[in-house]
């Protein structure tokens, strides 16, 4: 029985007490502690490989700013790798892959892997976190979206606009579908196995389904979104799991996301939380929404902003306080521990005490 369930419980619109909040990249390089531990692996993906490196850097936030909730600390790009592609992270560039889907006949070839063969390093950190959480707060899982992986997978590295991925997807709209369709089927035995390993909850990160147009979007990211949330295993160790789908850039199309199955929406900080409430309605929870750059200004600005995104949302259950993407490298930490200081000490007067 989890101590600590706020995370859960106002993913799924039930009753809280206050808001709970966990953060995008909330373990990562602004960290003092991530930057100590980073330095005893010889890469980013020996980190990764590392289920005990990666229980230790899934746990420091925890420990330093008594989060809600912890996530898995993962890279999404390791389904791909699982697949043969060939990761490699370069220095100052980002992810690199060795072998990128160009070739119809790579395309055709394509299949989803086993995760307990290809990714079990994965569910043995999901495994080793969720003992040293002892219940104290949920673990969420997660993977990237099929679009989003398809954009990496298809470019062979990340930039702004992904040409060569839209490009294939306008000229070769059956190739991109094949990705596609076994990108979900992996994705979905993926967050499957992660929430069989001890997941309380999963999230899809679709980051790039803003780089598409409405019509694009729907027809090669929202469509395989809903296949993967179809496939997913909703109840596990005798609760709900809930599932989280986040699509940077993609406030203009809340009322289509929210029809896909997902128990919650990732909001970025271009919509007004309040406005994206009054979209949704009662159909999902939404998870944010604060500017990640606000973790920059002064920590009595901070204060503000985190008490502004509260004000947004309004009264009632359905609202877990989250960035509107990552935190950023150059964060200061102290300012992060303003932040959830405020939501903390601040929230409640919006919550009616659960009965």
């Known amino acids: 029985m989890l101590k600590n369930d706020r995370v859960l419980r106002a993913l799924l619109r039930e009753p809280v007490d206050r808001t709970p909040i966990w953060l995008m990249r909330q373990a990562g390089r602004y960290l003092p502690e991530y930057r100590q531990t980073r330095a005893r692996a010889e890469s980013f993906l020996d980190l990764c490989r590392s289920p005990d490196l990666c229980t230790e850097v899934a746990l420091q936030p925890i420990v330093r700013y008594g989060f809600d909730a912890a996530i898995l600390f993962s890279d999404i790009l390791t389904l791909p790798d699982a697949m043969g592609l060939g990761l490699r992270f370069v220095e100052g560039e980002g992810p690199r892959f060795e072998q990128p889907l160009r070739e119809e006949w790579a395309i055709r070839n394509l299949s989803p892997p086993d995760p307990e063969l290809e990714l079990g390093y994965v569910l043995e950190a999901v495994r080793m976190i969720k003992r040293a959480l002892a219940d104290e707060v949920p673990l969420i899982g997660f993977a990237g979206s099929p679009w989003t992986l398809a954009c990496y997978m298809v470019e062979g590295a990340g930039n702004s606009d992904f040409t060569v991925a839209k490009q294939m997807a306008f000229s070769r709209p059956d190739l991109m579908h094949r990705i596609l369709q076994v990108n979900a089927t992996a994705v979905a035995d993926y967050l499957n196995a992660q929430i069989a390993a001890g997941a309380d909850a999963v999230m899809l990160f679709d ?41 940077k850039g993609g406030g203009v199309w809340l009322k289509q996301i929210a029809e896909c199955g997902a128990d919650a929406i990732g909001v970025d900080w271009t919509i007004d939380l309040g406005r994206a409430r009054a979209q949704v ?54 300012h992060v521990a303003v932040l959830v200081e405020t939501v903390q000490h601040q929230s409640g007067r919006f919550h009616r005490s659960p009965e």
């Open 207 to 247: 980051t790039w389904g803003g780089v598409l147009s409405e019509a694009s979007f729907i027809e090669f990211s929202l469509k395989y979104l809903e296949l993967v949330c179809a496939r997913l295993t909703r109840t596990a160790r005798g609760r709900r799991v809930p599932v989280i789908v986040f699509v």
């Open 281 to 334: 309605g009662d159909r999902v929870a939404l998870q944010g929404n604060l500017d990640p750059v606000a973790l920059l200004a002064p920590p009595e600005r901070v204060a503000q902003e985190a008490v502004r995104v509260l004000e947004s949302y309004g009264e009632g259950p359905g609202h877990v306080f989250n960035l509107g993407h990552g935190v950023l490298p150059e964060t200061p930490p102290e």
